[in-house]
């Protein structure tokens, strides 16, 4: 039979512990040789279990040198002599705790705490060292740590952060605290813990066993001070001598209520205003002070009176502090020099536990002085609008404007108009009295509005400067004709009937009466009665063409001008003639315009479509021909163009400038005319200027000119032989660039009546030139004149 002693010790009874082991082992002794004896005796009996099991209990935080003791192992078949081992296992075996095998001693090895493990689970087995085998089966047994009290009570969360209103009652909770102790709560007293407030009295306390921290003083002013710091214990043991102890801080603070009234720093505010200064312009600020702050602190200000009550007004900045004093109307000093204003603060937020403390609002006295400057004159009205006619006289005075000097000095005021707005300088203004006349005539069709900028300037001070607008509106004059609306070229059928339409025509007027237009239409005097074509006045400012005959033909007459006699409504009647131009067409059997031009009535009419075809062929071979007789000539005359200088064309010296007439012996050379051939080596060049090309006349064979009585052009020949033997072989090649240089001495000048005689550039015009002008010039031109000058022809009707 085994027996396991239990050792239990504690702090206060070391000897008990003891004297129980030695019972444990005398009691083991004892039943072993009870055991013997029956062996002896030859009885068979039911071999039992060997553990006798309890539970072993040990101190933790054992501070010995020796190992810990924990208590002992015995198995009944163990005779003492060695031939039994025990073996230790499970939670901590051989690392925390020891066994000897051959006694069965079990020793704590290393510091043992509660708070890290509070019992460990070992299993012990008894084996024979001969046969290496158990003895018996393995069995459990738990060792429990017995706890003292080495933990002290503390506060997880701290230091902790508590708010309360001011002015709170007793009482009041505050915030509530525990504490924790990792002790065992089952065993004794280590983890009873008790509170107690060791700063912060006597604003504060907190309850011994909850933890809850309370107001104790009544009439707390945030004002007065905010934040309280207080220092709360948990003690352990019940709060019994020798306990452990843990502190925490609580900082407390007090938030606001509106229990404080505002107060204005001043009974009455000094305030200067310029009068120029625009409506909304800030005057300026006040503040009613208020101990609060937050909401408690906003402010609303009103004027509730004085005589600037109309002029001024006050607003609450954004932070709703602030008073804001803007300007409500346009100021003037020379109407009021200053104002008073009496206002009041008021808090927006009310405590009604607090209204005893009141009035929560104060009143202040704010003066405002307006300040003089010199301001611009003022005209005596806003804008100005003007009605003039346009048959108005230069010279006349239309209106008068007026400006005056607002400030006290009343100075000067002269006038003019802004150049920029009447920039042609339509209008004069009377630098003193401000009549506004015109200067030039005015045309309503031209510009029928005029927006002028008056100015005003103070003589003594001239940067003060007022303006105004003048519209000058141009009333019409019925002063314009009626024209067509545009120019008109109407067409007649030839298989048009009488009286057929063959236009309808319109009319313009620039005027603009009030009625609005009314023309009327009639043929001039000289074609009322004409054969061809009459007019019908439609009465709604259009009139129709008719015709008064048919059988049109283009061959009798192609084109008929029609005089239109045009007036309109308004007087004085204005009336103007237009001319209409109607051309005789052929047209379709619907009336669609196919050929307005006489001469397609020349050709033949039985000419086919194969006798175009082979004219068109005839004229498209000539043109190949001519183009072949061009290229031959062209190339039969390549041989005679080696290079570039000697381009045969290039003959004549060019310089640029004018040339000095006969006098100017130094301008060209004229033995290089008499002879070509010779003039390089003996030629005499300009020494004012050298000729940009060579002449190349040496290169120039000899050629004869090939007209009747014509001689050839030699070395000795004359320069008139040679000169138009050149001239004849430029005008005969028709592929010759123009390669001459010219220069006009015969221009007149741009002052002169007759500009320049010369023929040149006159083909760049496809006009035909008129000289009637030549009459003009007098009896130097009168040959000219008779013969360029147009002579009178007969011409056929023109309707």
Same mark, same amino acid.
């Given at each position: 039979?085994?027996v396991?002693?239990s050792?239990?010790k504690?702090q206060?009874? *070391?000897l008990?512990?003891?004297?129980l082991? #030695?019972?444990?082992e005398a009691?083991?002794?004892?039943?072993?040789?009870?055991?013997?004896e029956?062996?002896r005796?030859?009885l068979?009996?039911?071999?039992?279990?060997?553990w006798?099991?309890?539970?072993f209990?040990?101190?933790? +935080?054992?501070?010995?040198?020796e190992p810990?003791?924990?208590?002992?192992?015995h198995s009944? !078949?163990?005779?003492g002599?060695?031939?039994i081992k025990?073996?230790?296992?499970?939670?901590g075996?051989?690392?925390?705790?020891?066994?000897?095998?051959s006694?069965g001693?079990i020793?704590?090895?290393?510091?043992?705490?509660?708070?890290?493990k509070a019992?460990?689970?070992? @299993?012990?087995q008894?084996w024979n060292r001969q046969?290496d085998?158990?003895?018996?089966?393995e069995?459990q047994?738990?060792?429990?740590?017995?706890?003292i009290?080495?933990?002290?009570?503390?506060?997880?969360?701290?230091?902790?952060?508590?708010t309360?209103?001011e002015m709170?009652t007793?009482?009041?909770?505050?915030?509530?605290?525990?504490?924790?102790?990792?002790?065992?709560?089952?065993?004794?007293?280590?983890?009873?813990?008790v509170?107690s407030?060791?700063?912060?009295?006597?604003?504060?306390s907190?309850?011994? @066993?909850?933890?809850?921290?309370r107001?104790s003083?009544?009439?707390?002013?945030?004002?007065?001070?905010e934040?309280?710091s207080?220092?709360?214990?948990?003690?352990d !043991?019940?709060?019994?001598?020798?306990?452990?102890?843990?502190?925490?801080?609580?900082?407390i603070?007090?938030s606001?209520?509106n229990?404080?009234?505002?107060?204005?720093?001043?009974?009455l505010y000094?305030?200067?205003?310029?009068?120029?200064?625009?409506?909304?312009?800030?005057?300026g600020?006040?503040?009613a002070?208020?101990?609060?702050?937050?909401?408690?602190?906003?402010?609303?200000?009103?004027?509730?009176?004085?005589?600037?009550?109309d002029t001024?007004?006050?607003s609450t900045?954004?932070?709703?502090l602030?008073?804001?004093?803007?300007?409500?109307k346009?100021?003037?000093?020379?109407?009021?020099?200053s104002y008073? *204003?009496?206002?009041?603060g008021?808090n927006?937020?009310?405590?009604h536990?607090?209204?005893d403390?009141?009035?929560?609002?104060h009143?202040?006295?704010?003066?405002?002085?307006?300040?003089?400057?010199?301001?611009p004159?003022?005209?005596s009205?806003?804008?100005?609008?003007?009605?003039?006619s346009?048959?108005?006289?230069?010279?006349?005075?239309?209106?008068t404007?007026s400006a005056?000097?607002?400030?006290?000095?009343?100075?000067?005021?002269?006038?003019?108009? +802004?150049?920029?707005?009447?920039?042609?300088?339509?209008?004069?203004i009377?630098?003193?009295?401000?009549?506004l006349?015109?200067?030039?005539?005015?045309?309503?069709?031209?510009?029928?509005?005029?927006?002028?900028?008056?100015?005003? !300037? +103070?003589?003594?001070?001239?940067?003060m400067?007022?303006?105004?607008s003048?519209a000058?509106?141009?009333?019409?004059?019925n002063?314009?004709?009626?024209? *067509?609306?545009?120019y008109f070229?109407a067409?007649?059928?030839e298989? /048009?009937?009488?009286?057929?339409?063959?236009?309808?025509?319109?009319?313009i007027?620039?005027d603009?009466?009030?009625?609005g237009?009314?023309?009327?239409?009639?043929?001039?005097?000289?074609?009322?009665?004409?054969?061809?074509?009459?007019?019908?006045?439609?009465?709604?400012?259009?009139?129709?063409? *008719?015709?008064?005959?048919?059988?049109?033909?283009q061959?009798?007459?192609?084109?008929?001008?029609?005089?239109?006699?045009?007036?309109?409504?308004?007087?004085?009647?204005?009336?103007?003639?237009s001319?209409l131009?109607?051309?005789?067409?052929s047209?379709?059997?619907e009336?669609?315009?196919?050929?307005?031009? /006489?001469?397609?009535?020349?050709?033949?009419?039985?000419l086919?479509?194969g006798?175009?075809? /082979?004219?068109?062929?005839?004229i498209?071979v000539?043109?190949?021909?001519?183009l #072949?007789?061009l290229?031959?000539?062209?190339?039969?005359?390549?041989?005679y163009?080696?290079?570039?200088?000697?381009n045969?064309?290039?003959?004549?010296v060019r310089?640029?400038?004018?040339?000095?007439? +006969?006098?100017?012996t130094?301008?060209?050379?004229?033995?290089?005319?008499?002879n070509?051939?010779?003039?390089?080596?003996?030629g005499k060049?300009r020494?004012?200027? #050298?000729?940009e090309?060579?002449?190349l006349?040496?290169?120039?064979?000899?050629?004869?000119?090939?007209?009747?009585?014509?001689?050839?052009v030699?070395?000795?020949?004359?320069?008139q032989g040679?000169?138009?033997?050149?001239?004849?072989?430029a005008d005969?090649?028709?592929c010759?660039p123009?390669y001459?240089?010219?220069?006009?001495y015969?221009?007149?000048g741009e002052g002169s009546?007759?500009e320049s005689?010369s023929?040149?550039?006159?083909?760049?015009?496809?006009?035909d030139?008129?000289?009637?002008?030549?009459?003009?010039?007098?009896?130097?031109f009168?040959?000219?004149?008779?013969?360029y000058?147009v002579l009178?022809?007969?011409?056929?009707?023109?309707?």
């Amino acid at each position: 039979r085994w027996v396991i002693g239990s050792l239990k010790k504690t702090q206060n009874n *070391l000897l008990s512990l003891a004297l129980l082991t #030695l019972l444990c082992e005398a009691q083991g002794r004892m039943d072993k040789a009870r055991s013997q004896e029956e062996n002896r005796a030859g009885l068979l009996r039911r071999v039992k279990r060997g553990w006798v099991w309890n539970q072993f209990f040990v101190l933790e +935080e054992y501070t010995g040198l020796e190992p810990l003791y924990i208590g002992k192992l015995h198995s009944d !078949m163990d005779l003492g002599d060695g031939s039994i081992k025990y073996i230790l296992s499970g939670d901590g075996a051989g690392t925390t705790f020891t066994i000897d095998d051959s006694t069965g001693d079990i020793h704590a090895i290393k510091r043992l705490d509660r708070e890290v493990k509070a019992q460990y689970l070992l @299993k012990a087995q008894a084996w024979n060292r001969q046969t290496d085998r158990p003895l018996e089966p393995e069995s459990q047994f738990i060792v429990k740590i017995q706890d003292i009290n080495d933990n002290e009570p503390k506060f997880q969360d701290g230091p902790y952060q508590a708010t309360i209103p001011e002015m709170s009652t007793i009482g009041t909770e505050v915030i509530r605290l525990t504490a924790t102790d990792a002790d065992d709560p089952t065993y004794g007293n280590s983890a009873r813990v008790v509170y107690s407030i060791l700063q912060g009295q006597p604003y504060f306390s907190v309850e011994p @066993k909850t933890g809850e921290v309370r107001v104790s003083l009544a009439g707390m002013d945030r004002e007065v001070r905010e934040i309280y710091s207080i220092i709360i214990q948990a003690k352990d !043991m019940g709060g019994q001598l020798g306990g452990l102890a843990g502190t925490t801080v609580v900082n407390i603070t007090l938030s606001d209520v509106n229990d404080n009234p505002p107060m204005f720093d001043q009974k009455l505010y000094q305030m200067s205003v310029l009068e120029s200064a625009p409506v909304g312009s800030v005057v300026g600020r006040i503040r009613a002070k208020d101990r609060d702050i937050g909401i408690n602190a906003e402010m609303r200000y009103s004027i509730i009176d004085g005589d600037g009550r109309d002029t001024f007004d006050i607003s609450t900045d954004p932070t709703n502090l602030f008073g804001i004093i803007t300007i409500k109307k346009p100021l003037n000093f020379e109407s009021k020099a200053s104002y008073t *204003l009496k206002i009041e603060g008021a808090n927006t937020h009310l405590d009604h536990r607090f209204l005893d403390k009141g009035p929560f609002s104060h009143v202040t006295i704010v003066h405002v002085s307006v300040e003089d400057i010199d301001e611009p004159p003022e005209f005596s009205s806003a804008a100005y609008y003007i009605e003039v006619s346009e048959e108005a006289e230069i010279g006349t005075v239309f209106t008068t404007v007026s400006a005056r000097d607002p400030d006290a000095s009343n100075n000067s005021i002269r006038y003019s108009i +802004e150049m920029t707005t009447d920039l042609g300088k339509y209008f004069y203004i009377d630098i003193t009295s401000g009549a506004l006349m015109t200067v030039v005539a005015l045309d309503r069709e031209e510009l029928s509005w005029h927006n002028i900028t008056v100015l005003a !300037m +103070e003589m003594s001070n001239p940067s003060m400067i007022g303006s105004v607008s003048v519209a000058v509106k141009i009333l019409d004059v019925n002063d314009n004709p009626p024209s *067509l609306t545009h120019y008109f070229e109407a067409f007649v059928c030839e298989s /048009a009937k009488a009286g057929q339409l063959i236009q309808t025509v319109t009319a313009i007027d620039p005027d603009d009466p009030l009625a609005g237009q009314q023309f009327y239409y009639s043929l001039a005097p000289e074609a009322a009665n004409n054969p061809n074509f009459t007019l019908r006045d439609n009465q709604d400012n259009t009139a129709w063409i *008719l015709t008064r005959r048919g059988g049109w033909s283009q061959q009798d007459q192609s084109v008929y001008y029609l005089p239109i006699f045009i007036s309109d409504g308004e007087l004085p009647v204005q009336t103007s003639t237009s001319t209409l131009t109607i051309r005789v067409c052929s047209c379709d059997v619907e009336g669609n315009v196919m050929s307005c031009n /006489a001469e397609a009535y020349h050709l033949p009419a039985s000419l086919s479509r194969g006798a175009l075809i /082979a004219i068109l062929a005839c004229i498209f071979v000539m043109l190949v021909m001519i183009l #072949l007789m061009l290229s031959l000539r062209s190339h039969r005359k390549k041989p005679y163009l080696h290079d570039e200088e000697d381009n045969v064309h290039e003959n004549i010296v060019r310089y640029d400038d004018e040339g000095g007439g +006969e006098e100017d012996t130094e301008a060209f050379d004229i033995a290089a005319m008499w002879n070509p051939h010779e003039a390089h080596l003996v030629g005499k060049q300009r020494q004012d200027m #050298l000729p940009e090309i060579e002449s190349l006349s040496r290169y120039v064979p000899i050629a004869c000119v090939g007209w009747p009585g014509s001689v050839c052009v030699g070395g000795d020949s004359n320069v008139q032989g040679y000169v138009l033997s050149k001239l004849l072989e430029a005008d005969l090649d028709p592929c010759a660039p123009p390669y001459d240089s010219l220069q006009t001495y015969a221009y007149e000048g741009e002052g002169s009546v007759a500009e320049s005689l010369s023929s040149l550039q006159s083909g760049c015009s496809n006009t035909d030139h008129e000289y009637d002008y030549l009459n003009d010039w007098g009896p130097r031109f009168k040959k000219l004149a008779e013969m360029y000058g147009v002579l009178e022809t007969n011409n056929p009707p023109m309707w």
